[in-house]
């Protein structure tokens, strides 16, 4: 008796137990997270260049310093765009793909953050105005704005230029808003190698016909 009684509970256990699973609420899949890829180095081809350069991460403020991906439904009104996010910080991921496109290029050997070169011959510092999915008005776009400056690290800058990007996106759903941002980007960071490459042999010449001279 005492046996039948304790297999009637433990397969009471049982039921319960299952019946417990089943009622519970399935967990949400994960978000996707996307990266900023290096550029097409196709077009960034040419000889070897003599100088040294460190990229510095780039600045931004808290509406771009964020792994979320920011959306400009006004002027002046951000929010973000819900079910993806970035992989890392936005400047970070940034910084990452602009020393992997001069890499790709191979036409400067000592490239890297300051990690990898702490010294170098010149230095790319970039400031992030926009790096959104910009929604009001019309058909959504993926916007980049840098603002770029080639220094010598202490100081003095010998060049600066701004950079823009306007890709138009069939929705703002989290894959059209990403191819939209993947072209975007290559246009700016190969736009931005390819000045740094003529700045950078500019000076590189300046300052050989000044010693020179």
């Given at each position: 008796?005492?046996n039948m009684?304790?297999?009637?509970f433990?397969?009471a256990?049982?039921?319960l137990?299952?019946?417990?699973?089943?009622?519970?609420p399935?967990a949400a899949p994960p978000?996707?997270?996307?990266?900023?890829?290096?550029?097409?180095?196709?077009?960034?081809s040419?000889?070897?260049l003599?100088?040294?350069l460190v990229?510095?991460?780039?600045?931004?403020?808290?509406?771009?310093?964020?792994?979320?991906?920011?959306?400009?439904?006004?002027?002046?009104r951000?929010?973000?765009l819900?079910?993806a996010?970035?992989?890392?910080?936005?400047?970070?991921?940034?910084?990452?793909?602009?020393v992997?496109?001069?890499?790709?290029?191979?036409?400067?050997?000592?490239?890297?953050?300051?990690?990898?070169?702490?010294?170098?011959d010149?230095?790319?510092?970039t400031?992030?105005?926009r790096m959104e999915?910009?929604?009001?008005?019309?058909?959504?776009?993926?916007?980049?704005?840098?603002y770029?400056?080639?220094?010598?690290?202490?100081g003095?800058?010998?060049?600066?230029?701004?950079?823009?990007?306007?890709v138009?996106a069939?929705?703002?759903?989290?894959?059209?808003?990403?191819?939209?941002?993947?072209?975007?980007?290559?246009e700016?960071?190969?736009?931005l190698?390819?000045?740094v490459?003529d700045?950078?042999?500019a000076?590189k010449?300046?300052?050989?016909?000044?010693v020179?001279g």
């Amino acid at each position: 008796m005492t046996n039948m009684v304790l297999k009637s509970f433990a397969a009471a256990l049982a039921f319960l137990a299952a019946g417990c699973v089943s009622v519970l609420p399935e967990a949400a899949p994960p978000k996707p997270r996307f990266h900023i890829a290096p550029a097409e180095v196709d077009a960034l081809s040419g000889p070897r260049l003599s100088f040294s350069l460190v990229v510095d991460e780039p600045r931004a403020t808290r509406v771009y310093d964020s792994v979320r991906i920011a959306v400009a439904s006004a002027p002046g009104r951000i929010e973000y765009l819900g079910g993806a996010e970035w992989a890392d910080r936005a400047p970070r991921l940034f910084q990452t793909a602009i020393v992997q496109t001069f890499e790709d290029a191979g036409r400067i050997i000592g490239v890297g953050d300051r990690t990898a070169i702490p010294v170098a011959d010149l230095v790319l510092q970039t400031d992030i105005r926009r790096m959104e999915v910009s929604v009001g008005g019309g058909q959504p776009a993926a916007d980049v704005s840098v603002y770029a400056r080639l220094s010598d690290g202490k100081g003095t800058v010998y060049a600066a230029r701004k950079f823009d990007a306007r890709v138009a996106a069939s929705s703002t759903e989290p894959d059209d808003a990403y191819r939209a941002f993947d072209a975007a980007f290559d246009e700016v960071i190969a736009a931005l190698v390819g000045w740094v490459y003529d700045e950078g042999e500019a000076l590189k010449g300046e300052t050989a016909s000044s010693v020179n001279g």
